[in-house]
C-alpha cells in the first residue's frame, strides 16, 4: 500500500531512538548550569575527598578502588565526556537565541531610524510652513500702515 498523502503515516519499526529535541536541549542547559555552579565544585570535592579517604584509608575488606584509583578516573572521564558536548550543545541554543534576539532588535532599531527620520522630515516641514504662515506682529503692522494710509490726507483731484 504505498504512502497517502493525505493521511498521517503509520509508526513503523525504527531504527533510531525517537526523542525531542527541544526537551533534550532544556535539560541539556539545565545541566550546563549546574556543571557551571560552585555548588556542584563543591560535590565534587566532597565526592572525591570521601572516595580517596575510603579507598586508601578503609577497612582493607571493603575497599573497592585501590590506589591509583582507576575506577574512580574512569568515572570523572565518564562524566568529564557527556558535559563537554552538553556544555556546546547549550552554548549553541545560547548563540542561537542571541542571534534572534540581534535580529529582532536590528529590525527595532532600522524601525526606530525610519521613524527619526520621518519625524525630522516633518518638523522641518512644520518649521519651513511656519516661515510662510503670516505672524501676529506682521499682521498688526500691516493693519497700522493701513489705518495710517486710510488716515492721510487725500490729495484729491476731485472737482
Do not use: C, K
Amino acid at each position: 500500500m504505498a504512502d497517502r498523502l493525505d493521511q498521517p503515516r503509520q509508526p513503523g519499526l525504527r531504527l533510531r531512538p525517537h526523542y525531542d529535541p527541544e526537551a533534550f536541549g532544556r535539560l541539556s542547559e539545565q545541566i550546563a548550569r549546574f556543571l557551571g555552579t560552585a555548588r556542584f565544585l563543591v560535590y565534587m570535592t566532597v565526592f572525591v575527598t570521601v572516595w580517596g579517604l575510603w579507598n586508601a584509608f578503609g577497612p582493607p575488606s571493603l575497599r573497592f578502588d585501590p590506589y591509583p584509583f582507576i575506577f574512580l578516573t574512569l568515572i570523572l572521564s565518564l562524566q568529564a565526556s557527556y558535559a563537554a558536548p552538553l556544555i556546546l550543545l547549550a552554548q549553541n541554543r545560547q548563540a542561537d537565541r542571541d542571534r534572534v534576539q540581534n535580529e529582532h532588535d536590528r529590525r527595532a532599531a532600522e524601525r526606530n531610524q525610519a521613524d527619526l527620520e520621518y519625524l525630522a522630515r516633518e518638523v522641518a516641514a512644520l518649521r519651513m510652513a511656519v516661515g510662510e504662515v503670516a505672524t501676529r506682529d506682521y499682521i498688526r503692522s500691516e493693519l497700522q500702515r493701513l489705518q495710517e494710509d486710510l488716515q492721510e490726507p487725500r490729495t484729491s483731484t476731485e472737482a
